[in-house]
């Protein structure tokens, strides 16, 4: 017998925090409040919510103009089985410079849309060791919009590693 007093609650994609790339969904928790809000309120534990998106990329390419790398990407559609979710809005990005030595990855940004401009920097680094030389080439990843931010998992990675010439 379904309890006539027990009230569901739906919330909206939007208003989902980030997805946690370590846990691969999202970390939610309620707080119950009485009606007549006198009486004490309870936080629940935290819950995972694992989604099981499925992310469908396009291409990712780059443009390369004396000291600025250009590098644009196709929308990236989510879904859930067969039906469509939602189209990426946000998007981190790292970057590695080099010649063709392994240099560092840095966190460059969280962008929104669907491309990120790039400074050709005069040095980059290796294991934190500054190379004094320019790079020449850049190796860039793009991430779903997730917190942390982090490179330990590709749960959210889409695009990469796309290696380009800067």
Do not use: C
């Amino acid at each position: 017998m379904v309890d006539s007093g027990i009230k569901k609650v739906s919330i909206p994609t939007k208003d989902l925090p980030s997805i946690n790339p370590n846990t691969e969904g999202y970390e939610i928790r309620y707080r119950i409040v009485s009606e007549d809000k006198n009486r004490t309120s309870h936080w629940s534990p935290i819950h995972i919510v694992k989604p099981e998106f499925t992310y469908v990329p396009g291409t990712i390419h780059a443009n390369s103009t004396s000291d600025i790398v250009t590098v644009a990407w196709n929308d990236v559609d989510i879904y859930k089985g067969s039906t469509y979710i939602r189209t990426a809005n946000e998007y981190d990005i790292w970057v590695m410079w080099d010649r063709d030595d392994g240099g560092d990855w840095l966190y460059r940004s969280r962008v929104a849309g669907t491309g990120v401009t790039l400074l050709v920097p005069d040095t980059y680094y290796i294991n934190g060791v500054d190379q004094l030389a320019k790079p020449n080439h850049v190796t860039v990843e793009v991430y779903l919009k997730g917190d942390p931010i982090t490179r330990d998992t590709d749960f959210l990675l889409v695009y990469g590693p796309a290696k380009f010439t800067a």
